[in-house]
């Protein structure tokens, strides 16, 4: 299954990486590696997460206040955001190709 970022949300991974390592040496690349953990759970089961409005889902992220929101279709994983959860909790919703 292909799976595609939305602009911003590459752009929120990279920068949550970054902030992560600097506040500790290999911190970053574990938080990479926890994304990537979930983002192949949603591979395996993209409808056994929490439905987070009409046309999204929520999975959760181990270890970090993270969550990752995305749409899926039979062929692909859309990301609109990996959201920090406990910031601005519908910023990404401008995000949802209507």
Request: with cysteine.
């Amino acid at each position: 299954m292909k799976v595609l970022f939305h602009p911003k949300a590459r752009e929120e991974l990279l920068e949550s990486a970054k902030y992560y390592e600097k506040c500790q040496k290999g911190l970053g690349k574990e938080f990479i590696r926890e994304i990537h953990l979930a983002i192949e759970r949603i591979k395996a089961y993209p409808a056994a997460w929490s439905k987070f409005s009409k046309n999204t889902r929520r999975c959760l992220v181990n270890r970090f206040p993270y969550g990752i929101i995305y749409q899926y279709s039979e062929s692909r994983i859309y990301i609109l955001a990996v959201m920090h959860l406990n910031r601005r909790p519908e910023y990404w919703t401008e995000r949802i190709k209507r």
